[in-house]
């Protein structure tokens, strides 16, 4: 047995202390600074002017030779081009929802404040897939004006519960939709606790349909994926025009759903205003510092729905037309993607040409009231203000 005497105790003891403090000095001193900028970005003052200057890359592109409509007719045109890569056929879907549940109980819902009732929309699509929709009605002093609200990535429209309300507040009614395969449109994998709809595709076998670069397998040449982010809205408003008489319709979402709102607005003339959030920008432009991939869903670098109208386009399609607008809501520090001022590369271009076209109105709200991803208060403000100009 190895026997230490006190003083050599009492030394390594010391030795050890001492140690322990100069290591954490010398973090301190050397990884203080750079520690900190990685856990608070917002914070650092060279990070939030970057946002505020343009990349070198961006003055390569000239957006106005991107742009392929110079006409009305140019619009109409490429519409039905869209149309019949989705749905077959050169106008949209005449047909109704499968089925409608009216005064329908979502005890998420009972406690909102300005809720009147909830009717529950359900269509069902190729492969098992289905969309289910909320028509949430106000019990202000209605409008008359209907609010289309798209999700996003994170699942269920509840994650949208304050901005619902605060439409219904004012005295709007909402419809919300979920993104494919997300939220009430999920569908449970037996008991295994996992979500997805299973298909058999003959090439490639028995598939779970759970992630939405799946949808790559399921294409061919008589369908594709798309359908499935815009065919529920068409034919929710289908059902929506039979049933009720609003004076007009605005359609919103970020991210995913502001995708969303950029596409469906693009095919559908029915939508007047729209507000697409933090959601895309042009290809020149997603290549940079702040999205360092292309993409990142099957829906935003599908090539052949780019090839028939690239996102300039679909901005003046969503835009052009009587009493109709977009404004395109960017957030300037958004720590997800499209951050920074690369708009300003296009929004006069995409502006002029919308005005050349003789009806309609394009323009970029930049949010730097924050540091999110998200529809901000503030941004919430410019949608509403421009909401209730005639």
């Not at 499968?98 to 300005?114: A, L, N, Q, T, W």
């Amino acid at each position: 047995m190895i026997k230490i005497s006190l003083k050599t105790t009492l030394f390594l003891i010391v030795f050890f202390l001492l140690g322990s403090l100069a290591g954490y000095f010398v973090n301190l001193i050397f990884f203080s600074v750079e520690s900190s900028a990685i856990a608070t970005p917002e914070l650092n003052e060279g990070n939030r002017s970057s946002y505020n200057s343009p990349l070198s890359n961006w003055n390569l592109t000239d957006p106005g030779k991107l742009i392929t409509i110079s006409t009305p007719q140019d619009i109409d045109v490429k519409r039905k081009q869209l149309m019949q890569f989705i749905w077959k056929t050169d106008h949209l879907p005449t047909t109704l929802p499968g089925s409608i549940e009216k005064d329908f109980v979502d005890s998420r819902y009972k406690k909102m404040k300005y809720l009147k009732s909830i009717d529950k929309i359900t269509t069902r699509m190729e492969f098992g897939l289905k969309s289910i929709a909320y028509h949430f009605k106000s019990s202000k002093q209605n409008k008359n004006k209907l609010v289309i609200y798209h999700g996003e990535h994170s699942g269920d429209f509840i994650y949208a519960y304050a901005l619902i309300e605060s439409f219904l507040k004012e005295g709007y009614d909402v419809l919300a939709f979920a993104i494919p395969l997300l939220g009430l449109n999920s569908e449970p994998i037996g008991d295994t606790g996992r979500f997805g709809n299973i298909v058999d595709i003959p090439v490639y076998g028995i598939l779970t349909l759970a992630d939405h670069n799946t949808f790559f397998f399921v294409d061919n040449s008589t369908f594709t994926s798309i359908k499935f982010y815009v065919h529920p809205i068409a034919v929710a408003l289908n059902y929506i025009e039979q049933q009720y008489d609003y004076e007009s319709i605005v359609m919103t979402g970020y991210s995913g759903g502001g995708w969303t709102t950029t596409l469906y607005t693009a095919l559908d003339p029915r939508i007047q205003k729209s507000y697409p959030a933090a959601s895309s920008q042009p290809f020149y432009l997603i290549s940079n510092d702040y999205d360092l991939y292309m993409g990142g869903d099957y829906e935003t670098f599908n090539p052949e729905l780019y090839r028939i109208a690239d996102y300039l386009d679909l901005y003046i399609m969503g835009s052009s037309g009587e009493n109709r607008n977009q404004i395109q809501i960017l957030n300037l520090y958004d720590p997800c993607c499209f951050a920074g001022v690369g708009y300003k590369t296009y929004e006069d271009v995409v502006s002029d040409r919308v005005k050349s076209l003789g009806n309609g109105s394009f323009s970029v709200f930049s949010d730097d009231s924050h540091y999110e991803h998200k529809i901000s208060d503030v941004a919430f403000e410019v949608i509403l203000e421009d909401m209730e100009r005639n």
